[in-house]
Structures are given as structure tokens and as C-alpha cells.
């Protein structure tokens, strides 16, 4: 089915507001938006693995910017945080079944304090794939993780 992926992000903060009570996330972007053909189930899926990770692994109060891009042929939508980044090395693993990164030197968001089985990119990859879209994760050059998805935009037909 057809939809503004805007309002769907909008309805997936809204429902983890209360999950994540303290942290800052702020939604950039235009309002007006092209019609993305996606499952919305699915996409709430992705969007929720992402937010749980900017969260789990950042200090609690910096901040997390999900941030739509519409392109050409594709709508990007990332999701940017201000933690300890992921390294250049486990950049394409992250994405493989539970594969998880040691963050050392990181109090409080060392995953051996932190629970998870290593799954949750991976399930991402492939419902994005099931969409036939790209996930792929880069380093902010300000420091920090920005994990980007692209949906392909296709003719609106109903
Ligand atoms: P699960 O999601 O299954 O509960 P998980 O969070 O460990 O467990 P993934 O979501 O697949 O699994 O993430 C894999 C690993 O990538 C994480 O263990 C973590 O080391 C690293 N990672 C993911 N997101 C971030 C992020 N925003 N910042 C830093 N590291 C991250
Ligand atoms: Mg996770």
C-alpha cells in the first residue's frame, strides 16, 4: 500500500515517546512528501530497531535526529545519533545475524551491559530488501552513527 512516510515516522515517535522518556528525538524533512509503496507494518519495524539502537547505545540526553531526504528515484530516511559510532571495519557486519560491536571505553553503553541478541539489523536488512530498498550505516563526522534506509519511489498507482 501507499503511504507518507512522514506521518508514519511521526506515529512510530509518538508511540515510543513514553519508551524513551528523556531523549531527544526531532524529525527534519519536508512536509511534503511523495507516496512510498511499503508495508507499515514492516517499516514500523525497521524504524523502532533503529531508534532502540540510537538509544541503547548513546549516552542518555544526546541527542537523535531521524531526518527524510526524497531523491530522485528514492526516499532516504536516517536515523543519527551522537554515540560511539560503529567502526569503519563492522560497518557491513553489523548487518549480519547476531553480529555485535565491543564497545570498550563507552560507560553505560558497553554491550556487555547491554542486552540483545545481535538480530535486530539484521531482521531491518531484510525487510528493506523485501522492499527492495538499501540499509547501510555511516560515521557522522561530527561523531556518532547514521544508519540510512532507501525506499524506491515508484509511479503513484492505486
Ligand atoms: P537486538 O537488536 O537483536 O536486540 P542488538 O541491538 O545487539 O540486539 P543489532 O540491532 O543488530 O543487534 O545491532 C548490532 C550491533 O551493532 C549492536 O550490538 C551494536 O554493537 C551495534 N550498533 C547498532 N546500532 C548502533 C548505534 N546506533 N551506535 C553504536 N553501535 C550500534
Ligand atoms: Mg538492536
Known sequence: EWYQVRALIQDVLDRLSSLFEGRSIQLHGPRDLPPVELDYLYLDQVLT??????????????????????????????VADRGPGIPQAEQKLVFDKFYRVLHHKQPGTSNTSTPGSGLGLAVCKGLIEAHEGRIWVESRPQGGAQLFIALPLRPFEH
Open 49 to 78: 530497531n533503529l531508534l532502540e539502537n540510537a538509544v541503547r547505545y548513546t549516552p542518555p540526553g544526546t541527542p537523535i535526529d531521524v531526518t527524510i531526504q526524497p531523491q530522485e528515484h528514492e526516499m532516504l530516511i536516517s
